[in-house]
């Protein structure tokens, strides 16, 4: 079986171990969309090339060389993408909407005319078509679709029939989506839910509920520890100082070295970095200093989503502008209802002190802070309203009304617990019903639960693969879990696909 891996930044590394624990493959290409953490990745791991000859880079694309053809792009938009316009995956890919600074901080500035971006998805797009085309891969799986390539690629494998396995965060406990669908919610989990499926443990999914109703956390979260300090906004910022952190100092002085003199990072990549701490440090003095003390007596509550993410760019695409967003809910709510809206924690340093205080200036509207506890607010709201967020699903815990905009798992639970609105003046003549309609069903939850757990597996990605997050699992431990896990969802993927 031939396997194709769509790989983005270091989750490289992560399927580089998943192909090394498994034996269902017997030939792996891989797409690599990062050019300087793929240079990292070979040096760690030098044999990589010599066991993989098929690699697409796409970095070494040259769209400025490409010529737009309308006639093109019509027919492969027609076949390919059910007529939708081919710029919905650059429209997706972070690095086409704000460019790489968006990466560091907020980036509102158009970084390509319509003309480049069309040159770059019908470039990318002929070329993993051929690449995909040559390699004929029995399956292709991806991560968490926030590449251009990614999109692309899963629309040319539906089209053609070949396999496909999305994985993304589940966002309970520590279990990874492992679907055949990039969009939410997941096709294979609509029909489960459609025929009123019973294959599911419904005893697994009533401790699960009982732990979350206790601790609303999942792998990958990073714990506030004390909500007024300094230290805890910088380390959500993710900037503590680069030289702490590296042992070897000499080598690490030649790096930024040449990262300055070579490759304009001193204008560009440690310019926005700076940035990104001043921001840190200039927030948490703006919500110290503007704290809420006594929240309104009757509000609903919109926690601000991290940008840029899967979550806002592909699932919740016509919502992407926060702030217009929370203008259009803050005028659509009856009177005497606030709306609040709550930052980010992984937030912190991106977005400038500026857009807290427009924020703040929106009539109807109570800013509060990132570290602030989200549980403790939520309980006291009338309705969660998110665009696309996990909160949604807390809510529905905590026994909330939830209101969204964008497309989430959790729509699938009963509407007298969620209610999907396609526009802003639907809240203001709905709301009062939606609230008088809303029933607490936990049969549903379990259901939805239960049915999660079918489509997923064990995966502590952030913190036991990528590093990212602390691990609960002890240092001696953790290669013997990192196998048990790769062979889960070697496991899954064989069972799934009855191979």
Known sequence: ???????????????????????????????????????????????????????FKDWTLKPKYEK????????????????????????????YIGGLKSTYVQNDKKVFSQEELLKITQLSFKNILQFIDDFKPDIIVGFICVTAIEYQAFHIAKTNKIKYLNLRPSRIKNRFFAVSDIYDPPQEMVDDFSI?????????????????????????????????????????????SRFMDQKNYIINFFKYFKNIFFKNYLFTIYKWQISRKINSYKSYQYFKKNKIINMPNTYVLFPLHKE???????????YQNQFKFIK????NLPE???????????????RPLSYYKKVSNIENVVLIGPLEDLSSILK???????????SAFEAMIQKIPVVHFGDIPMELVGSNMINKLNK???????????????????????????ICLKHSTPLDFYSLFLKRAKSSINEDRIIKEKSLQLKSLEKYIFNKFKL
Do not use: C, W
């Open 1 to 55: 079986m031939k396997a194709l891996f769509l790989t983005q930044s270091s989750s490289i590394d992560f399927f580089y171990e998943f192909q090394n624990n498994t034996s269902i493959f017997k030939e792996i290409a891989y797409v690599a969309t990062d050019e300087d953490n793929y240079k990292s990745f070979i040096k760690k791991n030098p044999q990589f090339e010599v066991k993989n000859k098929k690699i």
């Open 68 to 95: 737009v053809d309308k006639n093109y792009i019509k027919n492969i938009e027609k076949k390919f993408f059910n007529s939708s316009s081919i710029l919905d995956a650059a429209k997706i890919d972070r690095r």
């Open 196 to 240: 009123d499926s019973n294959d599911f443990d419904s005893e697994q999914s009533k401790e699960i509920l009982n732990s979350l109703k206790n601790d609303f956390s999942y792998e990958g979260v990073i714990a506030v520890k004390e909500k007024d300090k300094l230290k805890e906004y910088l380390k959500f910022s993710n900037i503590n």
């Open 308 to 318: 840029p993410e899967v979550q806002l760019l592909l699932h919740g695409r016509k």
């Open 328 to 331: 259009n809910i803050a005028v």
């Open 336 to 350: 005497n209802v606030k709306l609040v809206v709550k930052e980010h924690p992984m937030a912190v340093g991106y």
């Open 380 to 390: 006291n709201a009338q309705f969660l309203i998110t665009i696309a967020g996990t």
């Open 424 to 450: 802003f003046e639907d809240l203001k003549l709905k709301y009062f019903d939606l609230l008088k309609s809303y029933k607490y069903n936990e049969e549903e939850i379990i259901k939805y639960i239960g």
